[in-house]
């Protein structure tokens, strides 16, 4: 797999895939990076790359045509690359909300490549982004600039790449896998300010921590993010942990 990412600020996306999950990932060759600077595509002296909303109005919105080059440069390479696959996707507040399946669809397709383009100031001429493949959304939220959403999709994908994660069942076992939020988890020391370990984590009972720990999510989800236990479904046998862990509840 290869993401190219098209943006102003092409030293903060190189810098920050080299940590972590997403770095360790790129070093041992399971998705590689491509960055693109839209000024180097410029027409003028001054590299210029944004102008005034027609209209009037606040601010500067991003040309179509530096973009346009610079998203063209990144499939060519793609190509070259032997990506046989190229998408682009606007990170946007406007985009369709990004969840733990589109992410799985995004890391499961086979020699992908992704162009990933980061918007910044007023946002994007409408000419350009009409002509993209998909417009994704992190959150319900504006930042300064499409980087940290693009770097955080990149870490999504790129956690789920066979090899990614040292221990394989970290993945499956994480917030969103099976449509819940995570259980909480503890670890030592044993007693900590007055408060201890929940007792069936330290019983050895592995079906009775598996039981809890699904009890939990439920109740997490439940109070946290009802629309998600809605599309999850409730089993006669989750309303059962539910029903128990609510009258276990101090």
Not at 13 to 24: I, P
Not at 29 to 43: E, H, I, Q, S
Not at 77 to 90: F, K, L, N, V, W
Not at 103 to 122: F, H, I, P, T
């Amino acid at each position: 797999m290869r993401i190219d990412v098209v943006t102003l600020f092409p030293d903060m996306v190189e810098h920050a895939t080299r940590f972590g999950v997403t770095g360790r990932a790129k070093e041992r060759g399971l998705w590689r990076l491509g960055v693109w600077n839209p000024r180097d595509y410029a027409t003028d002296n001054y590299r210029t790359v944004d102008d005034r909303p027609y209209g009037g109005g606040p601010g500067m919105v991003m040309m179509a045509g530096p973009l346009a080059q610079a998203i063209d440069a990144a499939k060519a390479a793609q190509r070259d690359d032997g990506c046989m696959t190229s998408r682009a996707i606007y990170l946007t507040p406007s985009g369709t909300p990004l969840t733990h399946a589109r992410v799985m669809e995004l890391a499961g397709a086979a020699r992908a490549g992704y162009v990933l383009v980061a918007g910044r100031y007023e946002g994007v001429d409408e000419r350009l982004v009409a002509s993209l493949d998909e417009e994704i959304a992190i959150g319900d939220f504006v930042v300064s600039g499409g980087e940290l959403p693009a770097l955080m999709l990149i870490d999504a994908i790129a956690r789920q790449l066979p090899g990614a994660l040292n221990d394989a069942e970290s993945a499956v076992q994480e917030s969103f896998a099976t449509g819940l939020l995570d259980h909480p988890q503890y670890t030592r020391p044993e007693t900590y300010e007055g408060r201890g370990v929940p007792a069936v984590l330290l019983s050895g009972n592995h079906a009775a921590i598996a039981r809890w720990r699904h009890a939990q999510a439920l109740l997490r989800t439940r109070a946290r993010r009802p629309d998600l236990l809605e599309r999850h479904g409730v089993t006669p046998d989750d309303q059962r942990l539910l029903d128990d862990a609510a009258r276990d509840e101090p």
